[in-house]
């Protein structure tokens, strides 16, 4: 895997919003093939104000129809699940210190944004794909709001042609915190 600098967008007063790119390579026939490319970002708070938008446009997220959904699911997240996700090696005290968490302005420390995005991909797979994730092509996210431990998550679904559209909710809170899409292979 090789990582790359991708860009950066001011987003004002919130900070800036960092965009990294991570191309996997696998050795076919002796020679290194380039096999999937990942795109990741980072919002890095109370750096925002400098001007500058970014080379590329941000990516857009497909909205749902103003439908029923097709499907609702629910999923409890656990207090503990963020000091596991530690063991990823992830340094980041916001996601396990609570001191941290309240000079930051929040009333608890915060889920992982990898962790929100793998219990998604996790409940796609159990729905949609009998729980085969060779069939999930690609999954396309925006966080919207933060998630704290132990919340409950009710995940909405939209069937799209080749795929699915997706919108997270805190039930606790009542609030949005990802809206996505998922294509299917």
């Not at 076919?28 to 980072?42: L, R």
């Not at 609702?72 to 656990?78: A, D, K, L, M």
């Not at 069937?159 to 919108?167: A, P, R, Y």
Request: contains cysteine; positive net charge.
């Amino acid at each position: 895997m090789k990582m790359k600098f991708g860009d950066i967008h001011d987003k004002g007063k919130s900070g800036a919003l960092l965009a990294v790119n991570a191309y996997f390579y696998q050795e076919i026939e002796g020679k290194s093939v380039m096999v999937g490319k990942a795109v990741g970002t980072v919002m890095m708070g109370g750096i925002g104000g400098f001007g500058f938008k970014g080379k590329y446009p941000p990516l857009k997220v497909s909205k749902h129809a103003d439908t029923k959904p097709d499907r609702i699911v629910e999923e409890q997240t656990f207090p503990q699940q963020t000091f596991l996700y530690r063991l990823r090696h992830d340094q980041n005290p916001l996601h396990v210190d609570i001191r941290v968490a309240k000079k930051c302005k929040y009333d608890n420390i915060l889920f992982h944004g990898h962790c929100i995005h793998s219990i998604t991909a996790r409940v796609i797979c159990e729905q949609y794909l009998d729980n085969d994730d060779s069939r999930l092509k690609s999954i396309l996210v925006r966080f919207v709001k933060f998630l704290y431990p132990g919340e409950l998550l009710i995940i909405k679904f939209w069937l799209k042609e080749g795929g699915v559209i997706f919108e997270m909710k805190v039930k606790e809170r009542d609030l949005v915190i990802l809206i996505g899409e998922v294509n299917f292979n």
